[in-house]
């Protein structure tokens, strides 16, 4: 999933442009109930914006904020409350009606999940924070060495059941997420005009892991990369500098949604799903909002000289080599941990 397949055209850019649907494109569809506000616009309608030569009249999607502001969106998410299999031969047949494409399908396992997907996840399943709790290393360490008392860790580990974020090395390290898996299709191509190169993808991903019922998540976008036109031979001239730094570009990258493409999936969606698609700019949009962490009391950590306390406290010495002292001490906060280093 995290690995694009790329098909190489060697294509005209006006050909390329036609071969990705930017323009002629038929009446502009229109935001629904539930999505985050967008519209379709000229790539040119963007201010301050670079726009290769020749695609200033492409239709782009648009973000809409207030005051009438339009941001150009750099991808385009789509949750469709319909089975996977059912969305990904719409949107497949949707796609093949516009020209060759790579295509790729898998199954994967869930610790593969797109990063992007993991707060929405973690926000719904309530047993898969906790197993990710229950899996601490750090803290069993930290009572082996004195650092903690049990009851503190145990504190910390409710805490870490509210985290919804957790790194892929952590999802990795449980079984729950390599033995479940979830269904994915790719398609992209890719084509070229001298030094211009323009790369499509669509992602279409099995979701149901997460809302408990068939779910399915897609992802459009575009990368661009043109010559830049300010790197011209006397811009580096006068950008030139015997102290270095400067220097101007000579390629620049936008990430961009084609107007045609995003209508033609988000069609096909709504399609074999009526009224069940929402689209976003992010899939934070569907996580649920974080469950309440409890409060932990912090400890504070005091370095002492060597050889204080005079009386060497009992228990074990730490990886440091202060001594560290038995939990049973009254006030828990033994020799080094201790404001006064005399509680032992």
């Known amino acids: 999933m995290r690995h694009a397949v790329r098909s190489i055209v060697n294509l005209p850019l006006r050909v390329g442009v036609l071969l990705f649907g930017i323009a002629g494109a038929p009446a502009a569809p229109a935001a629904t109930p539930g999505d985050e506000p967008w519209q379709l616009a000229a790539a040119a309608s963007a201010p301050g914006t670079s726009v290769p030569a020749g695609l200033g009249e492409e239709s782009l999607l648009f973000w809409s904020r207030l005051e009438g502001l339009r941001v150009p969106a750099e991808s385009a998410h789509l949750l469709v409350q319909a089975p996977y299999a059912t969305v990904k031969a719409a949107v ?17 396992p869930l610790s593969e999940l797109p990063e992007d997907w993991a707060p929405v996840l973690l926000s719904r399943r309530a047993d898969l924070r906790a197993a990710l709790a229950a899996h601490a290393p750090e803290l069993e360490a930290a009572v082996a060495a004195g650092a903690l008392t049990a ?14 974020d957790a790194s892929p090395a952590q999802w990795r390290a449980l079984a729950v997420f390599g033995t479940t898996g979830y269904d994915s299709y790719f398609a992209g191509r890719e084509a070229r005009a001298g030094r211009a190169v323009t790369q499509l993808r669509v992602f279409v991903f099995d979701v149901s892991a997460a809302f408990g019922r068939p779910a399915t998540a897609l992802r459009v976008e575009r990368t661009d990369t043109f010559p830049n036109p300010d790197a011209r031979w006397i811009r580096p ?6 102290m ?5 570009p000579r390629q620049l990258t936008r990430q961009v949604v084609p107007g045609s493409v995003f209508a ?25 909002p974080a469950p309440p962490r409890p409060a932990v009391p912090s400890i504070t950590f005091k370095a002492v000289a060597p050889g204080w306390p005079r009386h060497p406290c009992p228990g074990t010495r730490s990886a440091a080599g202060w001594p560290s002292c038995r939990p049973a001490c009254a006030t828990r906060r033994t020799c080094c941990r201790c404001p006064t280093a005399t509680c032992c």
């Open 92 to 108: 497949s047949a949707s796609l093949r009606g516009q020209g060759p494409w790579q295509e790729r399908e898998a199954r994967e």
């Open 264 to 288: 033609a999936v988000r069609d096909a969606a709504l399609a074999v799903a009526p009224g069940a698609v929402q689209v976003a700019a992010s899939p934070q949009r569907w996580a649920l």
């Open 237 to 242: 001239l006068r950008d030139f500098s015997v």
């Open 244 to 248: 270095g730094g400067g220097s101007t």
């Open 151 to 164: 009851e503190e860790a145990r504190q910390r580990q409710q805490q870490a059941r509210g985290r919804v």
